[in-house]
């Protein structure tokens, strides 16, 4: 159903020509339809109504009566009409009017949905553009305690706060130019998360940080989750595998199994002696891991560390259902 309707000339005219299409078809069809005289004018009026509205719909009705009561029904060439005929051009008009009206009903239900899934889209960019800027407020006000802080840990953990605000905003933004259904590509949201991670901690060490997921949909607030299990792992690896000037590399894998989504952080650092020792970090992974119905794995590497997080449940449903 076009959107933009046209005037009632042009609806008048265009309706016409509908009728005398259906009058065409039937009359030169007339030796296969039989008794059958308004059969193709049925058509033309759906179709005239669809296009263009009940004004249409009501002409093509008037004129394919009109035509088919003087050159197809007995006696032709004569509106002197039977009684019979008479009945059977009336519950035509009847049908046809009726359903002119009922098609411009499913318009008007139509339009008001449309208008109405515009509204949401718009409230929700809205919301997505407030929700940025408050996120951006914090992120700020975040950084000024921590320049205004002289002491190294407090500096510290207000800059990993920071990075934890900024997941969030990145997940936000990515929804933002993302898809209408409110979900976010796995793929480039945590490829970009540990490009800026590596860029923000590296320093001048040479490490690389490479991801490894394939195009992988999934719902804003499994995105926020998985992109804070990715930073809080990341972070690690590059802060304490790698002292001094030492190289390495840093391997993200996020992969989906049914029923399940599985994230694997692997350095080639130098290890960790006591892996049962949990930080913040290691602790926040833990409490969003079970949040999900997900388990954390930590492991020595030969070399380097890993860590293995398995979400299952709901969270690792959506995200097999959600796969391209």
Not at 161 to 178: D, F, H, K, S, T
């Amino acid at each position: 159903m076009p959107e933009r309707r046209l005037g009632v000339s042009l609806q008048v005219l265009i309706g016409s020509a509908f009728a005398i299409g259906g009058f065409i078809l039937q009359h030169s069809l007339s030796g296969a339809l039989g008794g059958f005289p308004l059969l193709l004018f049925v058509p033309a009026v759906f179709f005239s109504a669809i296009v263009l509205g009940k004004i249409g719909g009501a002409t093509t009705t008037f004129c394919g009566a009109a035509l088919a009561g003087y050159f197809i029904v007995e006696p032709r060439y004569s509106f002197a009409l039977t009684a019979s005929s008479a009945v059977a051009l009336t519950i035509f008009v009847i049908i046809g009017i009726g359903m002119s009206l009922v098609i411009e009903a499913l318009r008007g239900t139509i339009e008001k949905l449309n208008e109405s899934e515009r509204s949401k889209a718009l409230l929700l960019e809205e919301l997505a553009h407030r929700t940025k800027n408050d996120l951006a407020i914090i992120s700020s006000a975040i950084t000024l305690q921590r320049n205004a802080s002289s002491d190294p840990a407090v500096r510290d953990a207000l800059a990993a706060a920071n990075a934890r605000v900024l997941v969030v905003a990145r997940a936000q933004e990515r929804l933002r130019g993302g898809k209408a259904d409110g979900r976010v590509d796995l793929s480039s949201y945590v490829a970009e998360l540990c490009h800026d991670l590596g860029d923000l901690l590296r320093d001048v060490r040479p490490i690389a940080v490479r991801v490894h997921c394939p195009r992988l949909l999934v719902q804003t607030d499994l995105a926020v989750n998985v992109g804070l299990i990715v930073n809080e792992l990341v972070t690690n690896s590059l802060k304490y595998a790698f002292p001094s000037e030492r190289g390495g590399t840093v391997e993200v894998t996020l992969h989906s199994e049914p029923n399940r989504l599985v994230i694997e952080v692997r350095d080639d650092g130098v290890g960790c002696e006591d892996l049962g020792k949990a930080g913040l970090g290691s602790k926040l992974v833990k409490l969003l891991a079970k949040q999900l119905a997900g388990t954390v794995e930590r492991e020595a590497g030969d070399p380097g560390y890993i860590v293995r997080v398995t979400l299952t449940g709901n969270a690792g449903s959506a995200a097999t259902i959600s796969r391209d």
